[in-house]
């Protein structure tokens, strides 16, 4: 297997364990908290992250979007994350499909052949190749990891690394 496919394979992977490390503590009641001035919230976070890993792996394996137990609507860029519980699926199914999104990432990026990784596609307002649409996959997942991080810290729940 190329390197550069089991780096970025490997890396999509390691997000689930990082970004586990954060929902310690959340409930199925604090999976909903948004405390003043931040943008989202741990379910809003999860569901987002899953939904935007299945379109990228969908561009390299060519299998659609999942049914998924979040409204792809309700956590899709843009969209406004609710406080409302009955709106978001319950933690563990939460982050659950956050982990399978990482599963079929990291599996489409190590099928992928060179040619693959290098195929460009539109992403937003701009084109990249694959290769980067996934490597830009493991920063969208820390960049929404930080923002648990502010949640935890809005909400006084302990450090992770006490």
């Not at 089991?6 to 405390?35: C, H, M, N, W």
């Not at 982050?95 to 990026?109: G, H, I, N, W």
């Not at 990784?117 to 996959?137: N, S, V």
């Amino acid at each position: 297997m190329p390197v550069r496919n089991e780096v970025i394979a490997g890396g999509v992977e390691s997000t689930k364990q990082l970004l586990g490390r954060y929902l310690v503590g959340f409930t199925d009641e604090t999976r909903v908290a948004q405390p003043p001035g931040l943008p989202n919230h741990v379910a809003w976070s999860l569901g987002h992250l899953a939904l935007t890993m299945h379109k990228i792996a969908e561009k390299f394996d060519g299998q659609p979007v999942p049914e998924s137990p979040f409204d792809p609507e309700s956590v899709a860029f843009g969209s406004t994350p609710v406080p409302d519980t009955s709106k978001y699926p319950q933690l563990d199914v939460c982050t659950a499909t956050y982990e399978a999104a990482c599963d079929r990432l990291a599996a489409a990026v190590r099928a992928a052949s060179d040619a693959k990784l290098d195929e460009r596609i539109k992403w937003g307002p701009a084109e990249i190749t694959l290769e980067a649409a996934a490597l830009r996959m493991i920063f969208h997942n820390g960049m929404h990891t930080g923002q648990i991080a502010d949640v935890r810290r809005a909400l006084n729940m302990k450090s992770i690394f006490a």
